[in-house]
């Protein structure tokens, strides 16, 4: 079963969703009703079991602490952590390399706070 993952900026938390197939429009977070989650891409949640995951979640604060530093690299070194040093899925590689840079690739489709 796919299982998407968010992080909600209200609760500063990361929200997990498993579902089949993922609108972005169509999710809040189920804690807050924050409609202005942002997608995270994350290669362990991918291949792990819900258990595995949810575990895995509850001892991330490392993950935690990097996104309230904004610290694209510290994101970036966890994923290639929880990633066991390799097997990034094509999707994430890009993702993971401007991590690596310092940049913020999940900041591009964010809605803007006009809307
Ligand atoms: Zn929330």
Request: net charge positive.
């Amino acid at each position: 079963m796919p299982i998407y993952e968010f992080w909600c900026g209200s609760c500063e938390r990361k929200i997990t969703i498993i579902q089949h197939k993922i609108s972005p429009a169509s999710h809040s977070c189920p804690n807050c009703g924050n409609d202005r989650i942002e997608r995270i891409y994350s290669p362990f949640a991918i291949r792990k079991t819900d258990k595995q995951v949810y575990q895995e979640i509850r001892s991330d604060y490392q993950f935690e602490r990097a996104l309230k530093r904004n610290d694209p690299k510290a994101i970036a070194q966890w994923v290639e952590r929880t990633s066991r040093g390799g097997e990034i899925p094509e999707e994430c590689r890009e993702t993971v390399g401007k991590l690596a840079k310092g940049e913020w690739p999940m900041k591009e489709g964010k809605p803007s706070e006009s809307e």
